[in-house]
C-alpha cells in the first residue's frame, strides 16, 4: 500500500492505493467418521437414531483472491468558517462475479458565529457515503470445498440412518440429497450507504454539547 498527502493553497490531497494477497489452504476431515443423532436416552438404547451424517471425498482445498482499492480526496477549505470534503474511492475483487465497486463520499463542515465573536457560536457538520465489504476468503474456500464434487455431506433420516450398517432393513424416511454450496453468478459485494450530521456548542470551559444522527443502510448483504 502506498499513501500520499499534499497541501496545496486552501485543499489538502489524499490519494492512495491497497492491494492484499490472500490465500488459504486447510485440510479437514470433519465428520469423514459419520456422526448419529439420538433424540435421548431412550432412543440410543434402542437403536433408533432420528439423524446420521457423513463426509466423504478430498479433504483437501485451497481457495486465492486479491482486492484492489484507491481513493483520492480533497479537503477544501472554502471559507474561514466553511470546509468542503469530497472524494472516491474504487474497489475490486477476484474469486467473485463483481469486480466494479465505486464508492463516492462527501462531507461539509460550517462553523456559524455570532457578530464580534472570536469562537464559533455552533458547528454543523454533515457527510455520507459508500463503503463496500469484502467477501471473506473463508466463505470462498467453503463454496470449494462443499461445491458437490470436491466433497459431499449426506444426511439419512429416521431409520435409515442405520443403512449403512444393515442393508437389508428398508428405507422409509428418505435420503437427504448433499448440502451444496456455490456461489450466486449474480454476486454483488456488499456494502453499506452511510450518512451523518452534528450539531456541537461549545460553553467554552465549561465543556461543549453536541447532537449527532447517523443512518446506515445495507445493500447485497451476504447471505447462504
Known amino acids: 500500500q502506498d499513501l500520499l498527502s499534499v497541501e496545496y493553497k486552501t485543499h489538502f490531497l ?11 489452504a486447510n485440510l479437514s476431515t470433519a465428520n469423514f467418521n459419520g456422526q448419529f443423532v439420538f433424540a435421548d ?7 433408533n437414531p432420528t439423524l446420521y451424517t457423513i463426509t466423504s ?4 482445498a485451497a481457495v486465492s483472491t486479491g482486492d484492489l482499492g484507491f ?3 480533497d479537503e477544501w477549505r472554502a471559507r474561514r468558517n466553511l470546509t468542503i470534503n469530497y472524494g472516491f474511492r474504487f474497489e475490486s475483487q ?26 464559533p457560536w455552533i458547528v454543523l457538520r454533515g457527510g455520507a457515503g459508500v463503503f463496500f465489504d469484502r467477501f471473506a476468503v473463508a466463505n470462498l474456500l467453503t463454496s470449494v470445498r462443499q461445491n458437490g464434487v470436491l466433497e459431499q ?26 448440502t451444496i454450496y456455490r456461489l450466486s453468478p449474480g454476486l454483488r459485494a456488499a456494502y453499506d450507504l452511510i450518512a451523518g450530521a452534528t450539531a456541537e456548542h461549545s460553553f467554552g470551559r465549561r465543556g461543549t454539547v453536541s447532537v449527532n444522527y447517523l443512518a446506515a443502510r445495507g445493500v447485497h448483504q451476504y447471505l447462504s
Do not use: M
Not at 492512495?16 to 490465500?23: E, K, S
Open 14 to 24: 489524499r490519494a492512495g492505493f491497497r492491494y492484499r494477497q490472500q490465500r488459504d
Open 41 to 47: 436416552l431412550a432412543s440410543y438404547q434402542a437403536d
Open 57 to 60: 471425498g478430498n479433504p483437501s
Open 71 to 73: 481513493y483520492i480526496e
Open 94 to 119: 477476484t474469486a467473485i462475479p463483481d469486480h466494479f465497486d465505486p464508492a463516492p463520499r462527501a462531507g461539509i463542515s460550517w462553523a456559524v458565529y455570532r457578530k464580534g465573536a472570536r469562537a
Open 153 to 178: 455431506t449426506v444426511q439419512f433420516q429416521g431409520s435409515d440412518a442405520f443403512d449403512e450398517y444393515n442393508p437389508n432393513r428398508a428405507k422409509t424416511n428418505g435420503y437427504a440429497d448433499p
